[in-house]
């Protein structure tokens, strides 16, 4: 008995898409096949749909994302206001927009 693997029927496009994510993936792409990449997802509803299914529900695919939601997450947090943190406030309001309006009375010269 022969242990062949089953054929999967593609298309010229998945073949490309598959070779071109595999070079993306290795930081080998240049600008041109990443052109190609985009058209082919933009162009090939099966594909934009493995696309999407990849980006939104794999865990851990984006690095980025991490960092973003770091950063939403320290915005949301409460802060908590006190007398100092007014009065640094306003003088940072006060020299900041006086260095602005003589910026925009020096441009208007």
């Known amino acids: ?16 898409y598959e070779i071109l994510i595999k070079r993306q993936r290795d930081g080998k792409a240049t600008f041109n096949e990443l052109t190609e990449l985009d058209e082919i997802v933009n162009r090939d509803p099966s594909i934009r749909e493995i696309v999407l299914i990849e980006n939104h529900f794999i865990p851990g695919n984006d690095e ?8 939403l997450k320290e915005s949301m947090k409460p802060q908590h206001v006190t007398w100092l943190s007014k009065l640094k406030s306003a003088i940072h309001k006060a020299f900041t927009s006086h260095v602005v309006l003589k910026e925009k009375a020096v441009l208007s010269i």
């Open 1 to 16: 008995m022969s242990l062949r693997k089953p054929l999967i029927r593609r298309t010229f496009s998945q073949e490309r």
């Open 64 to 71: 980025g994302n991490d960092a973003e939601a770091q950063l």
